[in-house]
């Protein structure tokens, strides 16, 4: 009797353990990377840039942000980090590499410009690969960082780049738009209080495509993203050529206020919630061509109905 009381208690604590590891929150892990930039007044803005994506990337509660930039952002220190992130993060875990700097292309390995040993697309890939996080984003926001895209792509990881190509080598001014989108309200198309990468892109490429416009400038960059581990980016990502479905659930800025009150963690569950379904819908919408029409109306109902009440709680 006292050994199945005892052995009672232990399945118990261990069912409990095991609840409790699953409630766990997945954790936010972002890397920011600032290269050098070739001249003294880039160096600076480039510097900026990332100091200010930092700021806005820890309004995250949950996220863990790491800035590597000047001196401190030499290719051994980026491996150190990235092999840090490796040992720190697990599966359900989501992580991003945001890079900012001067890259170069020698027609055929892509190189971002740090102090010391420059990096390649190749060996940045090799410690991405190490971090067991099952979603990921690479946003690679330097010259000629098109030709970085073939090396990044994998399954589950979104690939951001501010070139088409490696010949595009003027500074690109894709990453002052892509800070502007974290804090700018146009950016949350949706109106759910969050940014993701997908919304993100949208708006600094419409940015960068404005800012040539309006200063009547010959484009010198042109975005472009790819989450299918497709190595053939597009410019406009959409159901039709399949592009954007797992950006648009990769959340960079999560809601966390309601009337300048912080949410409560029901609340923040709720959210959450929301999210989820949210991306569920733009799933199906992939799925449509290949599912009866009967079966998706069901679906979509289905879905929004839940997202209607769970809206409707989060309201309260």
Aim: glycine content about 6%; charged content about 25%.
């Amino acid at each position: 009797m006292v050994v199945a009381q005892t052995v009672g208690r232990s399945v118990r604590v261990l069912l409990l353990f095991l609840m409790a590891s699953v409630a766990l929150p997945a954790a936010n892990y972002f890397a920011i990377v600032s290269g050098l930039g070739g001249a003294p007044e880039y160096d600076t803005q480039f510097a900026k840039w990332a100091q200010d994506l930092e700021k806005e990337l820890k309004t995250n509660p949950d996220a863990s942000v790491i800035l590597l930039s000047g001196s401190s952002a030499s290719k051994q220190q980026v491996e150190q980090m990235l092999n840090k992130i490796a040992g720190e993060s697990s599966a359900t875990d989501t992580f991003a590499l945001f890079l900012i700097g001067h890259g170069s292309f020698d027609g055929t390995d892509y190189k971002i410009n740090l102090p010391g040993p420059d990096m390649t697309a190749g060996e940045l890939a090799k410690g991405l690969n190490h971090i067991p996080a099952r979603r990921q984003l690479v946003v690679n926001m330097t010259s000629c960082s098109g030709a970085s895209l073939a090396a990044l792509v994998r399954k589950d990881r979104v690939v951001i780049t501010a070139t088409k190509s490696g010949t595009e080598k003027n500074a690109p001014v894709f990453a002052r738009y892509w800070v502007d989108a974290l804090h700018d309200p146009g950016a949350d198309t949706d109106k759910n209080g969050s940014i993701s990468a997908l919304e993100a892109f949208r708006y600094a490429e419409r940015k960068t495509v404005s800012y040539f416009e309006e200063e009547k400038l010959l484009a010198t960059e042109h975005a472009q993203m790819t989450d299918t581990a497709n190595p053939t980016a597009v410019r406009d990502p959409k159901p039709e050529n399949g592009q954007g479905l797992v950006a648009a659930s990769f959340i960079l800025i999560r809601q966390q206020t309601e009337g300048g009150k912080t949410l409560s963690a029901e609340k923040q569950r709720l959210v959450a919630k929301k999210e989820e379904l949210e991306a569920k819908i733009d799933r199906l919408k992939y799925e449509k061509a290949a599912l009866e029409e009967k079966d998706y109306k069901q679906q979509l109902t289905a879905l929004l109905l839940e997202l209607a009440r769970t809206q409707a709680e989060i309201d309260r």
